[in-house]
C-alpha cells in the first residue's frame, strides 16, 4: 500500500514556473514507477509525465516535453515536476500516481495509488 500527497501547487502567470511535489509512505518507493496527471475542468485525467523506479528513465507527454520535467529523490521517497513556461492550457488538477514495478503505460487505469491532487492555475 503507497499513499501519495501532492504539495506546490498554485496560481502562476503565463511563461512562470512551479515545482510539484509528492510525497509517499512506504518502504519500497524505488520500486514503483511514478507518474504524473492532470485534469482540466470538463475534460478527462490526461497522462503528463513517468518515471522509472531508477529514474533513469522519464517519458513526457508530447505538450510538455522541453518545458516539464519529472525526477525523483528515492531517500526523500518524493517524486517532482518541476514545470517551466507554464500556458493556460497547463492549468488543471496535477495527480500524483504510482504503479508497482516496470510500467510503460500512459492511461491512467494502469496506475494503482494516487494523491489527491494539486490545482496549478496558469491565468493569461
Known amino acids: 500500500q503507497v499513499q501519495l500527497v501532492e504539495s506546490g501547487g498554485g496560481l502562476v502567470q503565463t511563461g512562470g514556473s512551479l515545482r510539484l511535489s509528492c510525497a509517499a509512505s512506504?518502504?519500497?518507493?524505488?520500486?514503483?514507477?511514478m507518474g504524473w496527471f492532470r485534469q482540466a475542468p470538463g475534460k478527462e485525467r490526461e497522462f503528463v509525465a513517468r518515471?522509472?523506479?531508477?529514474?533513469?528513465?522519464?517519458f513526457y507527454t508530447v505538450s510538455v516535453k522541453g518545458r516539464f520535467t519529472i525526477s525523483r529523490d528515492n531517500d526523500r521517497s518524493t517524486v517532482y515536476l518541476q514545470m517551466n513556461s507554464l500556458k493556460p492550457e497547463d492549468t488543471g488538477i496535477y495527480y500524483c500516481?504510482?504503479?508497482?514495478?516496470?510500467?510503460?503505460?500512459?492511461?491512467?487505469?494502469?496506475?494503482?495509488?494516487w494523491g489527491p491532487g494539486t490545482q496549478v492555475t496558469v491565468s493569461s
Open positions: 518515471i522509472s523506479g531508477s529514474g533513469r528513465i522519464t
Open positions: 512506504g518502504r519500497t518507493f524505488n520500486s514503483y514507477t
Open positions: 500516481a504510482a504503479v508497482f514495478g516496470v510500467n510503460v503505460a500512459v492511461n491512467s487505469a494502469s496506475y494503482d495509488y
